[in-house]
């Protein structure tokens, strides 16, 4: 009778053990069906949204000649290292500076909010070197930025005017001729979209541009530019929209 009642009480713990087993491979399956069939359009999409990014190719802005046609002002593309963020591991963070320590010999301290200029205006050596050794490092990131160059001397600089970034990141005239042939001199930014690494850097071979950049036109202004005239390069600065 005891061994009757122990038979039985092992059938009922298998069972119970098959059913669970059985219960939970069939809640397996469903969401394998929902997430591969069900939702499969959407988890691609989701997908896809996550991996690639937009970005905008900027136009390069027209030039102010003088009126024997030689430039008075002209953009020009010059590269930043950028310490975008700073590491949240301690680890990390201490094995970027140390490979600071060794790349970037004199870069500036880390106080201060970031993004944090470590080097401007780097040479293509340059670029291809730190590009090399912060591969594994997406906080730090090689920018390229524009700067607006006007030749000749303080008067005819002041007559040419300057160039600010608004706060959608357009290139605008602020004062003088730049400011008065704005809308000539602005052209029409461009836009790519491509795909992102596991550490934020652009895969190249994804890049496919979705609209072509247009860049301003030349405008003639009335002065001319003596012989041996020098130029004078400036960041940009901030304007409000």
């Known amino acids: 009778m005891r061994g009757t009642m122990a038979a039985g009480g092992f059938k009922l713990k298998t069972l119970m053990i098959l059913s669970f087993l059985l219960t939970w491979a069939a809640v397996a399956a469903a969401h394998v069906f929902y997430y591969a069939v069900a939702r499969r359009d959407q988890s691609l999409t989701d997908a896809r949204r996550i991996a690639w990014r937009e970005a905008e190719i900027p136009a390069l802005r027209g030039r102010i000649l003088d ?48 993004p944090i200029l470590l080097k401007s205006n780097l040479a293509p050596d340059e670029i291809v070197l ?4 912060f591969r594994l490092f997406p906080e730090v990131r090689i920018v390229p930025a524009m700067r607006r160059v006007a030749a000749g001397s303080s008067e005819i600089r002041e ?13 605008v005239g602020i004062s ?17 979209i491509v795909m992102l690494d596991r550490n934020g850097n652009w895969c190249n071979e994804t890049l496919r541009i979705t609209r072509r950049a247009e860049n301003g036109k030349d405008v003639t202004a009335d002065f001319a530019l003596p012989a041996g005239t020098e130029a004078s390069g400036e960041r940009f600065e901030h304007a409000e929209n």
């Open 176 to 192: 003088g001729l730049e400011r008065k042939y704005d809308m000539e001199l602005s052209g029409r930014a461009g836009r790519v």
């Open 67 to 114: 009126r024997n046609g030689i430039p008075a002002a002209w953009s020009e593309l010059y590269h930043e290292l950028i310490l975008e963020r700073i590491p949240d591991s301690p680890r990390r963070r201490e094995n970027l500076r140390q490979r600071m320590e060794r790349v970037l010999p004199g870069a500036p301290a880390w106080t201060g909010k970031p």
């Open 130 to 133: 730190f590009a090399r050794e």
């Open 159 to 171: 007559r040419i005017g300057k160039t600010a970034e608004n706060n959608a990141g357009e290139i």
